[in-house]
């Protein structure tokens, strides 16, 4: 009974500072203790290079990034409403912990993007897009179709994966 007692102290203990001293970039000591125990992954440690997949949705959402934190990495995206529905887009982003700069810059028909550019969360496991992006991103999607809000799950990490994810008329997202 002392140990769930300790546990849920500990808990509320955590939930009282959402960072370090008020820095938006510390990771608390709580965060700190959870990374070292293998708990919660290393925000500064994620790679967002592999193969994306909305498992839970049609089954042909994608999404994949080849490159490295370093040197930034190529996206592409495809999220599939049905047979005429669907968003398409190749682009670039960035890793800053659990923040991926995204920007989209080309669409599926090969069209420049302009003003599509969003943060989304990647816990290392996960990719979520906000759900309200900028009017650009409405460009990457035919009628009745969005990129808000999509989920995608890393179904496979690593440049091969992410290089073999296909699209729809984006034959390989991420090659180019």
Do not use: W
């Amino acid at each position: 009974m002392r140990h769930a007692a300790a546990l849920v102290c500990l808990l509320l203990a955590g939930c009282s500072e959402t960072r370090a001293g008020g820095d938006e970039t510390a990771v608390t000591p709580l965060d700190a203790a959870a990374i070292d125990a293998g708990v919660i992954a290393d925000p500064d440690a994620l790679d967002l290079a592999g193969g994306f997949a909305d498992t839970g949705g049609t089954g042909s959402d994608a999404f994949c990034a080849s490159g490295d934190r370093a040197r930034g990495y190529s996206v592409g995206v495809l999220v599939s409403f049905g047979a005429d529905a669907r968003c398409e887009a190749q682009g670039r982003a960035a890793l800053d912990g659990e923040q991926a700069r995204i920007s989209l810059t080309r669409n599926g028909k090969g069209d420049s993007l302009n003003g599509c550019s969003f943060t989304a969360r990647f816990d290392g496991d996960a990719l979520a897009l906000p759900g309200s992006l900028p009017r650009g991103c409405a460009d990457a999607c035919s009628d009745r179709a969005s990129l808000a809000g999509a989920t995608f799950t890393l179904v496979e990490p690593g440049e091969g994966a992410a290089l073999a994810t296909g699209g729809h008329v984006i034959k390989r997202l991420c090659a180019g």
